[in-house]
């Protein structure tokens, strides 16, 4: 079994900044690609950004230039700097982990629990 735990969430002003944390445990192998995503209340969940296993990187461009996503492989762990934080950014954070058990194995789709993320004006 493989547990995403997300850390980092809470409130902030307009402005201020957070980091956000993804730590990755259990039965693993490998992991591929990771990612942040989000949900608004009364709206789907959308991409925020994905990281590779070697480090590229993709933004939705709501968050270009204010958020950085990276990963340290050698600790299955993956962050989400956020500044300028605006409060259209408040929602609840989700990481997710393509991961394998071992070398034989496909790589499965795990999610994390979400942390709130409150913006206020």
């Known amino acids: 079994q493989v547990q995403l735990v997300e850390s980092g969430g809470g409130l902030v002003q307009a402005g201020g900044s957070l980091r956000l944390s993804c730590a990755a445990s259990?039965?693993?192998?490998?992991?591929?690609?990771m990612g942040w995503y989000r949900q608004a209340p009364g709206k789907q969940r959308e991409l925020v950004a994905t990281?590779?296993?070697?480090?590229?990187?993709n933004y939705a461009d709501s968050v270009k230039g204010r958020f950085t996503i990276s990963r340290i492989n050698a600790k299955n762990t993956m962050y989400l700097q956020m500044n300028s934080l605006k409060p259209e950014d408040t929602a609840v954070y989700y990481c997710?982990?393509?991961?394998?058990?071992?070398?034989?194995?496909?790589?499965?789709?795990?999610w994390g629990q979400g942390t709130q993320v409150t913006v206020s004006s």
């Open positions: 990281i590779t296993s070697t480090g590229t990187t």
């Open positions: 997710d982990a393509e991961a394998r058990k071992d070398l034989y194995r496909d790589y499965v789709l795990y």
């Open positions: 259990g039965s693993i192998f490998s992991i591929s690609d």
